[in-house]
Nanobody, 125 residues
Framework: QVQLVESGGGLVQAGGSLTLSCAAS?????MAWFRQAAGKEREFVAA????????SFADSVKGRFAIFGDTAKSTINLRMNNLKLDDTAVYYC?????????????????????WGQGTPVTVSS
């Protein structure tokens, strides 16, 4: 079982920036960030392949968010720039420990096996 701990959420004004971190108890797996706004379904934000060489982003965050980390560490980070009101949500880190293709990025929540407790991000006007 892999444990995930997110940190870095908080309150920020529109246009501002935040960096979220996710520390995993093991390394070498595909990982991702998802978010869930109040009254909405959980949605994909960004993801890494197991090698950290391939990434994917939701259209709504492309050009504003960056994901970084490396295989030597068990931590991945989500840098969020130019935050908008619609980015307000609880952000979750996820890891896939099921068999996987090293260079593949997994985009669906059902493809991930373990989840963190979530860290809230509130963007104010």
């Amino acid at each position: 079982q892999v444990q995930l701990v997110e940190s870095g959420g908080g309150l920020v004004q529109a246009g501002g920036s935040l960096t979220l971190s996710c520390a995993a108890s093991d390394r070498g797996f595909p990982m991702a960030w998802f978010r869930q706004a109040a009254g909405k379904e959980r949605e994909f934000v960004a993801a890494f392949s197991a090698t950290r060489s391939d990434t994917s982003f939701a259209d709504s965050v492309k050009g504003r968010f960056a994901i970084f980390g490396d295989t030597a560490k068990s931590t991945i980070n989500l840098r969020m720039n130019n935050l908008k009101l619609d980015d307000t949500a609880v952000y979750y880190c996820a890891v896939r420990t099921s068999p996987h293709i090293m260079g593949r990025v997994y985009l669906s929540a059902v493809e991930y096996d373990y989840w963190g407790q979530g860290t809230p991000v509130t963007v104010s006007s």
